[in-house]
């Protein structure tokens, strides 16, 4: 009895210390996804809540650590880093890979195209984006899981900027690529500088006007103090895409890529319901504070996307890629009623 009571015992012990290290494999088991952005933005914000509740649907077998932009590599470089295992995936703006292909811009924001967050995000799950995406990721060894947006952009002026022909010589801030050749084309004077530098340039009059973010997210940043005319839901839609090594994606079980899959299209809904419902609020302070909030009419909506969509074919030359994006682009926007 008691030799039996001692076996197991130290089959209990065995199967505890079997447990541990079996417990201990799993902890270990980390994706490090790199974000495109700093830690103080909403939108990271935003993505780091996301990683949090994933993680408790996970529930220990794999846990994801979203890490700040260009805390490991650039952000122009994950997908080589994905490639070489210094990080697992991305969470990012697919424009910042345009070196590698001029056709990821257009893939990435189709600027002065879609006018609502749903429009976009229908495209990607239904209109071909998330398949014309993985088609091109194949080539990196890389698995999409999705394309989420955080909203329309709104512009940032210092001067009320109410038809396309009141850009005629205004200084604006614009990442190089479609947003800059489009605003060119309305006659504005275009200039690229990072994100950290606006509001010193709009403050010095460097610039006139900056193309940044959402409106409740450039009042947070505190544009607005120093640029009193926003123009509200104006001109650009990007994707915030969530990219994973195809390696790491395809050692996961089908139940946990479903988990992810899923959850990152929750990721969307999160982003722009937030958005939606502070708006109000963040807008009326800004009133009260001397912000006037503009709204273009459906005609001079028109007018800039009448540009665009010439910005948009010149562009499409590109690449073979960017000629894909600019045929999904607008055949789903023709589906949508938005192009005739």
């Given at each position: ?110 600027v002065g195209g ?94 006139d006007a900056a ?50 899959t899923t959850a ?77």
């Open positions: 009895m008691l030799k039996r009571h001692t076996l197991v015992s130290k089959v209990a012990v065995l199967g505890m210390a079997l447990g541990a290290l079996s417990s201990n494999a799993l902890a270990e088991d980390v994706w490090k996804i790199q974000s495109h952005l700093p830690t103080g933005h909403i939108v990271y914000q935003a993505e780091e809540a996301w990683v949090n509740n994933v993680n408790e649907m996970l529930g220990g077998r794999l846990r994801l650590e979203l890490l700040p932009g260009g805390s490991v590599v650039a952000a122009s470089e994950t997908i080589d880093a994905m490639g070489y295992g210094i990080i697992d995936g991305d969470i990012t703006s697919p424009a910042y890979f345009a070196g590698l292909d001029k056709g990821f811009a257009m893939l990435a924001d189709l879609y006018t609502d967050w749903t429009q976009a995000f229908a495209w990607c799950e239904f209109g071909g984006g998330k398949e014309l995406f993985q088609e091109v990721y194949d080539n990196y060894d890389i698995h999409f899981v999705g394309c989420s947006n955080a909203g329309i952009e709104s512009l940032i002026a210092k001067k009320p900027i109410r038809t396309v022909a009141d850009f005629q010589g205004v200084k604006v801030r614009a990442p190089s690529g479609l947003a800059s050749e489009i605003f060119s084309d309305m006659g504005a004077a275009p200039l690229n500088m990072g994100m950290a530098d606006i509001y010193s340039a709009l403050e010095k009059g460097v610039i193309d940044a973010s959402s409106y409740v997210m450039n009042s947070a940043a505190g544009y607005h103090e120093v640029a009193k005319y926003p123009i509200v839901d104006f001109h650009s839609l990007p994707v915030l895409s969530m990219s994973v090594s195809k390696k790491k994606w395809d050692a996961q079980p089908k139940d946990i890529q479903q988990i992810i990152y299209r929750d990721l969307t809904v999160q982003i722009n319901l937030s958005d939606m419902v502070s708006r109000g609020e963040v807008m009326e302070k800004d009133k009260a504070e001397g912000v006037e909030p503009i709204y273009w009419s459906a005609e001079e909506q028109n007018k800039m996307r009448e540009i665009a969509k010439g910005v948009w074919l010149e562009a499409s030359k590109e690449s073979d890629l960017a000629h894909k994006a600019y045929e999904s682009h607008v055949n789903f926007m023709k589906r949508l009623g938005l192009l005739e």
